[in-house]
């Protein structure tokens, strides 16, 4: 008759089973999972994924969830470590299930990751409490995941453009020099009726079906043709201020945008009532020795013009840029009629709304024109996100098979450009942007322009001439209709310095 084992010998047996089971370096070789994968597409960027994991890979889980925690089993009669093998199974079973699922859930979705053909560009979505590891039988969970589509390339190389281009005059600069000596103008009152580029201080209501929506009190608006909310566009709003006076009303109505905050009034008209509490003029200070100190450390007027000229040519880049960019968009998405989904949208737009304001203010713009462009996005985010998405995919593709990526150098460039225009050192900047998390647009944003550098390389331009254009929107930073959005992270003082020397 055979001697009865203590529990020691078998504890020691099973752990002589584990450690034989481990390859020389004590860590367990990763054997991959037998996986059932099946995959659907809803959409061009999405994919529905039902995973199946076999019954074998989930006893061989269990069973090294259980090899780990039997040298430190406690047990009651029992010392630590020491408890049989299944006495610790039965009484760890739920314990060890959580932790089971857990790592057949991060296992599986690495391996559907390398093993799968498409590109995921969000997390999976999927409720991660549903799921069970059941008591026998396979385990199944499935969830919906966000992809790059997949598509031909088109042809990018040759392409056909047209390129504004101009030689800047003395008269030029002169308007350019009004433009930025009026954002260190002083407004003085005027008794008198308004004209056009008048600034008047006046309270704004809006209202829908007789409610009030939004009341704004003591607002600052120049007479400008238009009048911009983040949500809706007031043509005629130099008209409708023509000769008013202190103590005049005037109202008009707007049509809110399909992306206002407020869904529910998307499309509908709203009315807006002015009360114009009084008329302003706008005196420019003189370009004395001391203004030119203080504003860029000019030791002449001359340098402050030709200042405000390389500002000028560095607009006109962008505008090259930006014509470029929408000549190339157009062409290369032509066929790019993926349907793109609405959650995937909704959460680029804001995204795509500070990339454009990134590129603006390296581009030397005014923060009244940033905050008219902005309003402009805000508009019209839903199409403007969805071309912005699918050039971007195509750009990217582009930037792959090119072997195009961003240096550190790259991001010093954009960074210090950011800093000259906004006055604040680049040092702060980058780590402001690094704080809202901006650095990979900031990266997305140097990978697209190398990409239309090279295609513009390869393309065939036709020149044409080049009329700046004059800021003819007020903007305002309400939303006419009401409601809240995210605000874009600004990296500017409040206070705009001059053009850097």
């Keep these: 008759m055979a001697d009865k084992r203590s529990e020691d010998d078998v504890v020691e047996d099973e752990e002589a089973t584990s450690v034989a089971m481990e390859g020389e370096d004590g860590e367990k070789a990763d054997e ?26 989930i006893e061989r889980y269990f069973d090294d969830a259980f090899s780990e925690m039997m040298p430190k ?15 610790v199974e039965n009484r760890f079973r739920d314990e060890v299930s959580d932790q089971v699922k857990s790592a057949l859930l991060l296992d599986s979705l690495e391996q559907i990751s390398e093993e799968q053909r498409f590109t995921a560009i969000s997390e999976p979505d999927f409720d991660l409490e549903a799921v069970e590891v059941p008591k026998e039988g396979p385990m199944t969970f499935e969830f919906t995941i966000e992809v790059r589509p997949e598509f031909d390339l088109p042809k990018w190389k040759g392409l056909k453009l047209n390129r504004p281009v101009r030689e800047f005059t003395a008269a030029d600069i002169d308007e350019q020099l009004e433009q930025m000596l009026a954002r260190y103008g002083q407004l003085v009152p005027f008794e008198g009726e308004a004209g056009d580029g008048d600034y008047l201080s006046v309270n704004i209501a809006s209202s829908y079906d007789g409610k009030q929506l939004v009341r704004e009190n003591e607002a600052v608006l120049r007479i400008r043709p238009t009048l911009s909310f983040r949500d809706a566009k007031l043509e005629g709003f130099g008209k409708l201020m023509a000769g008013v006076k202190e103590g005049d009303r005037r109202t008009a109505e707007v049509t809110l945008s399909n992306d206002a905050p407020k869904e529910e009034l998307r499309g509908k008209k709203i009315s807006l009532e002015f009360e114009v509490l009084g008329v302003k003029k706008l005196k420019l200070p003189e370009l004395t020795e001391e203004f030119l100190q203080e504003i860029g450390n000019f030791a002449t007027e001359e340098e402050l013009r030709d200042a405000i000229r390389k500002n000028l040519e560095r607009q006109l880049e962008y505008q090259q840029q930006r ?24 959460r680029q737009s804001a995204r795509e709304l500070e990339r454009a304001v990134m590129e603006l203010r390296r581009s030397g713009f005014s923060e009244a024109e940033i905050r008219a462009r902005e309003n402009q996005l805000r508009q019209n985010s839903t199409t403007s996100t969805a071309n912005a998405l699918k050039e971007h995919f195509i750009l990217e593709r582009i ?15 954009e960074i210090f450009l950011i800093a000259a225009q906004s006055g604040e050192s680049p040092r702060r900047v980058r780590a402001q942007l690094e704080k809202r998390g901006l650095m990979d647009v900031l990266r997305n944003q140097i990978i697209e322009r190398k990409v239309l550098e090279l295609v513009q390389s390869e393309a065939k331009f036709n020149d044409e001439p080049y009329k700046p254009q004059k800021t003819d929107t007020e903007a305002i930073s ?12 600004v990296v500017t003082e409040e206070k705009e310095e001059a053009v850097e020397k």
């Design 399 to 413: 930037a792959e098979e090119e072997k195009l990526d961003v240096e550190e150098g790259d991001y010093d460039k």
């Design 32 to 57: 991959p999972l037998s996986l059932d994968v099946q995959v659907a597409s809803p959409s061009a960027c999405e994919r529905h994924v039902t995973v199946t994991i076999s019954r074998d890979d």
């Design 323 to 346: 014509i470029a960019r929408s000549q190339i968009s157009s062409l290369l998405t032509k066929s790019a009629d993926w349907e793109l989904p609405q959650g995937l949208l909704q």
């Design 478 to 489: 309400i939303a006419a209709g009401g409601g809240t959005e995210g605000e874009i992270p």
């Design 73 to 87: 089993a406690a047990v009651p009669g029992f010392r630590i470590g020491r408890a049989p093998r299944k006495v």
